[in-house]
């Protein structure tokens, strides 16, 4: 009996140890980029297959599901470094994210919706303040020392974000590109929403949550731009550092959801029609809980060899 338990909890071990699920995050990675490189792209004239929709669900959901799981493992752990509130928050935010896709996924697969604002959005807000509440508290846990230098990019970060958000937000800002024409794309969204099955209390959902859609989306530019920011401290704040490796992993993480979100913003606010999701960036949505479940990883890997060897050093003296 000890024997078959020593070996469960063995295997245990292996499986969830961090050189296997640092591993299984890169072999999902590298799969998802093979399958939106195929498949993204469709033949001229034809509409991408439903199977592919249904694919690029399965990566990015699966990716944000087991990164909140790794993230409250820390939560759970005393021994985290960064304290247990940061790995709280962000897990959560990636809960809040891993629900909205499931429900904007109903919204577009199952009823072929595409309202401006739709319930999942309301889980999309509260995981922006969860992620962005849990990178605050790793970012003041720390005192930020930075040179001059280290000012200069965090501020030429910031100019380039809010730049590239008000560029994709509005596209005449700048006077590089008109505005697109929105009549053609309400006449779209009416026919095709009375053509469709979708239940009555979900079409009143989307109709009582139109108005909130100018405040919505600029809550989502806004928070953009300050995750970016967030990010970029914690890069700079944690270069060098013990815990480095697992922070730029949490930093390259927000870089990537910045790319999928601006690019999710600009070609909606592009694309006569219906946007259909799937394009190739938005691979860049499965790279970010891939890099957020790394960081987490990482960390738990360094904190709890750090207090073992600590607690080995104390017993042999």
Known sequence: MSSTSEKSSTLTKSLFSAQTIVITGLIWGVLALLFFLLFSVPLPGEELPFWYSVGTYIFELGAYLLASIVCFRNWQSPQMVSGRNVWMGIGLGLLFYFIAGVVFGCWELLWELDPDVSLADIFYIFSYLFIGWGMTLAVTSKRLNLEFWQWGVLAGVAVAGVALAIWVAEPSFFGILSSPDTSVLEEVDIEEVSANLAPSWVLSIDQKLEPFAYSINLFYVIADVFLLIIATALLLAFW?????????????????????????KWSDSRIEGDYESGGLLEVFFVFTAILFGIGAVLEYDISTRSRQSRRSRRSSS
């Open 240 to 264: 060098g550092g013990r815990f480095s490796q697992s922070w730029r992993m949490i930093a390259a993480a927000t870089f990537s959801l910045y790319i999928a979100d601006m690019y999710f």
